[in-house]
C-alpha cells in the first residue's frame, strides 16, 4: 500500500504559539507530502512497496544501492514526520508522571537534566536533522541524527524526535533555532511518548518499534 500523509489529530494553528498555523501548513501539507511522493515512486513496483516503513529502515542494507540512498531519505521522511505529528498537542508541555518520568530521571538525573541534553543535541546538530529520546535496549538515552535518518537503523527505539530542519521553523524562528526548541517543549504530548516507553523492545534492534 502507497504511503500517505496522516491528517493532524488537531487544526493547524491549535499549536500557536509555539508553533505557526503557516509552519504547520508549509511542513505537513508541502514537505511531508514531498517525501511520501518520493518515496512511493522510488518503490512502486519493487518487492518492498508494501512494506512498512520502520521495517525497512531497519533493513536498509538489503535495499538494491540504486534505491537505498532514496529510500533512506524519504521513507525516513515519512516516519519522522508521522511521529512528529503524533508527539505534539495543543495540550501539551508539562513532564511525563509515572514510568516514563522514572525512567528518564533514572537515565538523565533529573527531568531538567533531559531537556538540556536534548536541546544540546538539537542545538548542536550541524545543518539538518533530529534530537531524539531513543531507548537503547536497557534505558533511555538522548542522540541526534543527520538529515531524515531515524534511530531505529541503528538499532534504537525513538520515542520522541524533535524536527531541526529549517522549514520547521524558520517562518518564525529564523535562524534561532534554541528559541524554536523552547517553544516546542511545550508542545510534546507526553502520553503519547509514554506509550511509546511501554511498548519498547525489551532489546533495541527489534523490528517489533512502537507505532509513529
Sequence with gaps: MPYKVPDLRYAYDALEPH???????????????????????????????????REILTRLDELPADLRATVRNNAGGQYNHCMLWRSMSPDGGGEPQ????EAIAAAFGSFEDFMTELKEAAVGRFGSGWAW???????????????QDNPISDGLTPLLGLDVWEHAYYLRYQN????????WFHTIDWEVVAERHAEAPALAGSVRNPAP
Design 19 to 53: 508553533i505557526d498555523e503557516q509552519t504547520m501548513r508549509l511542513h505537513h501539507d508541502h514537505h511531508h507530502q514531498a517525501y511520501v511522493d518520493k518515496a512511493n515512486a522510488a518503490l512502486a513496483g519493487t518487492e518492498w512497496q508494501d512494506v512498512r516503513p
Design 98 to 101: 509515572r514510568e516514563l518520568g
Design 133 to 147: 529520546l531513543v531507548h537503547d535496549g536497557s534505558r533511555l538515552a538522548v542522540v541526534s541524527t543527520p538529515n
Design 176 to 183: 534561532r533555532r534554541p528559541d524554536y526548541i523552547d517553544a
